[in-house]
Structure formats: structure tokens, C-alpha cells
């Protein structure tokens, strides 16, 4: 079982920014990725950034150059996403994800329960 619990969501004006975090525990023999996936109403969740063990990053097209994913240096389970230059169609609930390898040698996604972000015109 893998627990990701997020915190830092919330209302913001458009420009303003916000810092979303993640921990990841649990039984996990290694974390291969961690991400930040968007889900508006009446859409489809969609991912946002992306982390790997490498470190390499991906971003969705909408993210690239104001949003930041990274991941704490002394704890390498836990993920920040930092939000600048925000805009009303950033809003959304923010789930965190992570795909890790088990002591069963299985890789499994796991799902936070996800923290709203809205962002005001």
C-alpha cells in the first residue's frame, strides 16, 4: 500500500502563485516517477509535470515555464509542484501520482485524494 497525502491548495488571483507538496509512504522498494495531474469539471484528468528517479521532468504544454516540479532533497518520497504566473484555467483539483516499484516486484500507480486549486479572474 502506498499513502501520497497532498497539502497546499487554495484561492488565488490570477498571477499570484502557490506551492502544492506530496509525500509518498508505504511499502515501496522505489519510487520511479512522481507527477501532478489536473482534473477540471467536466474534464478529463491530464497531467501537469512529471519527476523521475533521474530526475528528468516533463511538463504539459500549459505548464512550461510557470510551473516547477522538483523533489525534496532530503526526502526524495516527497514532491513539490510550485505554481507561478497562475491563470483561471489552472484550476482544478490536484492529484498527486506516483508510480513505484514493490517488494513484489510489481509497479503500481497510486493516487493522492487530491487538493483544489482555484484561481480567481
Known amino acids: 500500500q502506498v499513502q501520497l497525502v497532498e497539502s497546499g491548495g487554495g484561492l488565488v488571483q490570477a498571477g499570484g502563485s502557490l506551492r502544492l507538496s506530496c509525500v509518498a509512504s508505504?511499502?515501496?522498494?522505489?519510487?520511479?516517477?512522481l507527477g501532478w495531474y489536473r482534473q477540471a469539471p467536466g474534464k478529463q484528468r491530464e497531467l501537469v509535470a512529471l519527476?523521475?528517479?533521474?530526475?528528468?521532468?516533463?511538463y504539459a504544454d500549459s505548464a512550461e515555464g510557470r510551473f516547477t516540479i522538483s523533489r525534496d532533497n532530503s526526502n526524495k518520497n516527497k514532491v513539490f509542484l510550485q505554481m507561478n504566473s497562475l491563470k483561471p484555467e489552472d484550476s482544478g483539483v490536484y492529484y498527486c501520482?506516483?508510480?513505484?516499484?514493490?517488494?513484489?516486484?510489481?509497479?503500481?500507480?497510486?493516487w493522492g485524494q487530491g487538493t483544489q486549486v482555484t484561481v480567481s479572474s
Open positions: 519527476i523521475h528517479s533521474s530526475d528528468n521532468t516533463n
Open positions: 501520482n506516483a508510480v513505484c516499484l514493490h517488494f513484489d516486484g510489481r509497479i503500481r500507480t497510486s
Open positions: 508505504g511499502s515501496i522498494f522505489s519510487i520511479n516517477a
